[in-house]
């Protein structure tokens, strides 16, 4: 076969084969580009569904923050009202007597609300600190093991009572108070950050 008969024949075969290469390279640049494109869109849903979860972990503690700082307000006036009543009745009768009932159910009631939003709390400090004042207050609403003291000096621990609830909750009250202005911080950051992303640069 001459070179001419040569060419004749190849030229065709080699300008398919050519085509076709191209076709399968431009065919696997799109598959990867198609395939890139698809990681980078799941690394973005994913990153955004990550800050969404941790956005509403925040909100919800933030929720149960500012709820358990009432609860505990709530625990320590009706602890205190309790420790009053004691003294106010040994004071005028010389002896303690039974609680009023709905005393008891309100610090039962309290009780069993700050419970729940104990064990909702991620910190684990802050998480001890309420139920170790829960217990103390709980403790000291049960005033039954002075009641054999002399006057004198059942009035004294019981009034040694009444400071020490006031004290144990000013310092949770400011543990507590931590973490919430945390919380808030990072709201009020989240929503700046937000802003500046929505309003052009050079605008206001």
């Given at each position: 076969m001459d070179a001419a008969t040569w060419a004749a024949v190849v030229g065709p075969i080699t300008t398919l084969l050519g085509g076709l290469g191209g076709y399968w390279l431009a065919g696997r640049n799109d598959d990867a580009r198609d395939r890139r494109a698809a990681d980078r869109e799941a690394a973005a849903r994913r990153a955004a569904l990550a800050e969404r979860l941790e956005e509403d972990r925040h909100t919800?503690?933030?929720?149960?923050?500012?709820?358990?700082?009432?609860?505990?307000?709530?625990?320590?006036?009706?602890?205190?009202?309790?420790?009053?009543?004691?003294?106010?009745?040994?004071?005028?009768?010389?002896?303690?007597?039974?609680?009023?009932?709905?005393?008891?159910?309100?610090?039962f009631q309290i009780r069993v609300s700050v419970e729940r939003l104990q064990v909702r709390t991620l910190d684990a400090v802050l998480r001890q600190a309420v139920s170790d004042f829960l217990n103390l207050c709980i403790s000291l609403g049960r005033s039954g093991d002075v009641t054999e003291e002399p006057k004198e000096e059942a009035l004294n621990k019981?009034?040694?009572?009444?400071?020490?609830?006031?004290?144990?909750?000013?310092?949770?009250?400011?543990l507590l108070g931590e973490h919430l202005r945390r919380e808030l911080d990072r709201s009020y950051l989240a929503r700046g950050s937000a802003q500046n992303v929505a309003t052009p640069e050079g605008q206001t």
């Open positions: 919800f503690q933030r929720g149960t923050l500012l709820e358990l700082q009432d609860e505990l307000q709530k625990l320590a006036r009706t602890t205190t009202r309790i420790l009053l009543q004691d003294m106010k009745t040994l004071k005028e009768l010389g002896k303690l007597y039974q609680l009023p009932p709905e005393l008891n159910d309100e610090q019981l009034e040694r009572r009444l400071s020490l609830v006031g004290s144990r909750y000013f310092k949770l009250n400011e």
